[in-house]
């Protein structure tokens, strides 16, 4: 009997889990919907230039005011977390921000092409919501690294003759983020997976993996930049062989 309530439990549970990964997969498909009605209206203007104009003027302005909200409210979140009191506000008004920048910045400043880019990403993050929720932490965090190195391989091959010091920055950003994340890693083993009273991974998880993840995205990042864009493909393919490998060695833990 006791077994019996014991598996019930389980089912609950994981009906829990996979209801919530069905909500965040529809989310991530309105997303793409509300991307493709921006391409409709304000690269192909099915309605009227004038409602084109003001979108463009809208995605100029916050551009540079996506940036201060962005890093006023982490300010603010860190003042709160110091002082003990709740920071979720300030990371949910940061996070929305940081997105709508995005959104901002590359529809305003490449156009067409920055809005199929855009639409790229709904589905990337559905490939990591399903990965959030079906693997361990450590799994999620090294798939948006490399995803992240995968883009980055990716512009450079398709707009670094018409954006070189945009692709270029990119690249470079890329790699301290990865620099960064390698040294929060090493932090992170050092007190079984927290930062403070949070707990970010579990505390069996695996840093050996994120380790080499942030330094095999890094490698080929910087490779594609020095050899030119006729190798970001075929470094592209590394990536992706990369994230197979990680797939298999955490399928393979989880059994």
């Known amino acids: 009997m006791f077994e019996k309530g014991k598996r019930a439990q389980r089912q609950s549970e994981d009906d829990k889990v996979f209801n919530r990964m069905l909500l965040w997969l529809a989310g991530a498909v309105v997303v793409e919907l509300l991307l493709l009605l921006l391409q409709k209206v304000y690269v192909e203007m099915i ?15 916050f551009s540079v005011a ?11 979140a860190v003042m709160n977390w110091r002082s003990g009191k709740p920071a ?57 690294l490399t995803g992240g190195g995968l883009l980055a391989l990716w512009l ?55 380790f080499l993840t942030c330094g095999v995205t890094a490698v080929a990042m910087v490779l594609g930049l020095i050899l030119g864009v006729s190798m970001s493909q075929y470094l592209m393919y590394v990536l992706v062989g990369w994230l197979f490998a990680q797939a298999v060695f955490f399928t393979v833990k989880m059994m």
């Not at 300030?90 to 940081?98: K, L, M, N, R, S």
């Not at 932090?187 to 998880?205: A, H, I, M, N, W």
């Open 47 to 61: 309605f009227d230039g004038v409602v084109a104009q003001a979108l463009s003027q809208v995605f100029r302005v």
């Open 66 to 76: 996506g940036v201060v909200i962005v890093v006023g409210c982490t300010v603010w």
């Open 88 to 144: 979720a506000l300030p990371v949910i008004i940061a996070a929305v921000a940081a997105v709508l920048w995005v959104i901002s910045f590359l529809s305003c400043f490449f156009y067409a092409e920055g809005v199929r880019v855009l639409m790229m990403l709904p589905a990337a993050a559905a490939v990591l919501i399903i990965i959030f929720f079906l693997y361990q932490r450590p799994f999620f965090y090294n798939a948006m």
């Open 156 to 210: 450079h091959k398709q707009h670094y003759m018409n954006h070189p010091r945009f692709i270029t920055a990119c690249i470079v950003g890329g790699v301290v983020v990865l620099a960064i994340t390698a040294a929060v890693a090493l932090q992170l083993r050092k007190t079984d997976g927290r930062l403070g009273k949070f707990r970010v991974v579990p505390v069996e998880s695996n840093y050996l993996m994120t």
